[in-house]
């Protein structure tokens, strides 16, 4: 039995599901560059939907990437705050695996794996490989951040020989259409309804963690060390 509370914001969709005991309710919206503006006021819409407060929820979860670098700020740090305030311990949720989860969800007769890819920019994809395990997924490969060429040539995909269905923006770069998948999906985003399903697995297993330690993943440090060193840089010369 567990109330949990997921939210994300790690891309351009923004999301917030409840899940009470197995049963979902979810608000969902694209919403790029607004996700400040959106977020809170969703939780709000949700948690006054179903009657509840912060302090009724066991935990709270969230898309915590990989992602866009801002995207994955703003929802921890909301996340962040909402759990010190209700005193709740945290569930961080892979973004890749929700949206496979989310694919199979929707197309339930498919039993092929997926391989999900996020565009990471600089000429690099969030790479994760999934197959279906029961009601949620299993994790075939450990995330990365890779060039589609890279991964092309890679192992595991060529061990699978183009038998798995390709899904996530990730795979509008060129390199990657040499791979004859099944079939390809671009338009999929992750979504909370999800996070929250894969959320109330891991309450279950007591995988959370305080609010302080609820911190994005970003897969490539360097990069995310980089943007906050030129912020600190361009805020010393306002001293």
């Avoid at 192992?155 to 899904?167: H, M, S, T």
Wanted: with cysteine; hydrophobic share 50%.
């Amino acid at each position: 039995m567990s109330l949990i509370l997921a939210l994300d914001t790690s891309t351009d969709a923004c999301s917030v599901a409840l899940n009470a005991d197995g049963v979902i309710t979810s608000l969902f919206e694209l919403a790029a560059k607004s996700h400040t503006q959106r977020l809170l006021p969703m939780v709000d819409e949700l948690l006054h939907t179903k009657g509840c407060e912060l302090t009724d929820l066991d935990a709270i979860a969230f898309g915590r990437g990989p992602g866009s670098f801002t995207g994955l700020r703003i929802c921890a740090g909301i996340v962040q705050g909402l759990a010190f305030g209700a005193n709740l311990p945290v569930i961080p949720v892979s973004t890749l695996e929700a949206m496979a989860l989310g694919f199979y969800r929707t197309n339930p007769a498919i039993q092929l794996p997926l391989g999900v890819a996020l565009d990471a920019r600089m000429n690099e994809v969030y790479w994760g490989l999934f197959s279906r395990a029961g009601e949620l997924v299993d994790s075939l490969v450990t995330e990365q951040v890779i060039s589609p060429d890279v991964l092309v040539a890679g192992v595991e995909v060529a061990n699978l020989k183009g038998d798995f269905i390709a899904i996530g923006p990730g795979w509008h770069y060129p390199a990657m259409q040499a791979l004859a998948v099944v079939n390809k999906v671009i338009d999929v985003h992750p979504h909370a309804e999800n996070m929250a399903l894969i959320a109330a697995k891991l309450f279950a297993e007591g995988k959370v963690v305080s609010a302080l330690e609820a911190q994005p993943v970003y897969l490539r440090d360097s990069v995310s060390w980089q943007k906050r060193q030129r912020i600190r840089d361009s805020n010393d010369f306002l001293v």
